[in-house]
C-alpha cells in the first residue's frame, strides 16, 4: 500500500506540513516495501488558485491509497475521495512519527475537510 505524507523535505525525518495543498513536496511511502519516493509539489506551492485540486491529482495519480497530512480544504478533500484515497490529519512532527502513528492506529479518518478553501 502507498501512503502520501505532505513535507517539505526529502525524507522521513523531514517535518509533516500541515497544508496539503501547498506542500513543497509529497513522500510516497510503499508499506510492501519500506521505500519512499518523492514527489516535488512546487507548481502548487505558489499557485494563485487549484492547488488543493492539483495536488489531490497529483497524490492520486502516485497510487496511493492514503493520505496523512495536516489539513486538508473541502476542494482537495472531494478530489481525494472521488480517486478512493482515505485521508488522515496529523500534527506530527516529522513524516516518520506520522507513520508510526498510522501503522498503531492512532490516526482518525477524515470524514470531510478540516478546513475551508484558500487556508494559509
Not at 56 to 73: E, K
Not at 93 to 118: F, N
Request: one cysteine or more; proline letters at 2%; glycine letters at 8%.
Amino acid at each position: 500500500m502507498k501512503i502520501v505524507f505532505s513535507t517539505s523535505g526529502a525524507d522521513l525525518d523531514a517535518p509533516l506540513d500541515s497544508r496539503f495543498g501547498r506542500a513543497a513536496k509529497f513522500l510516497v511511502y510503499d508499506t510492501e516495501t519500506d521505500t519512499f519516493t518523492v514527489v516535488v509539489n512546487l507548481q502548487n506551492l505558489n499557485a494563485a488558485q487549484g492547488a488543493g485540486i492539483q495536488s489531490a491529482q497529483t497524490v492520486a495519480a502516485s497510487g496511493a491509497q492514503v493520505l496523512v497530512t495536516g489539513h486538508c480544504g473541502p476542494k482537495a478533500f472531494r478530489v481525494l475521495k472521488a480517486a478512493g484515497i482515505d485521508v488522515y490529519t496529523s500534527d506530527a512532527p516529522t513524516v516518520a512519527a506520522a507513520l508510526t502513528l498510522y501503522r498503531e492506529g492512532k490516526l482518525k479518518k477524515s470524514l470531510d475537510a478540516d478546513v475551508e478553501g484558500h487556508w494559509a
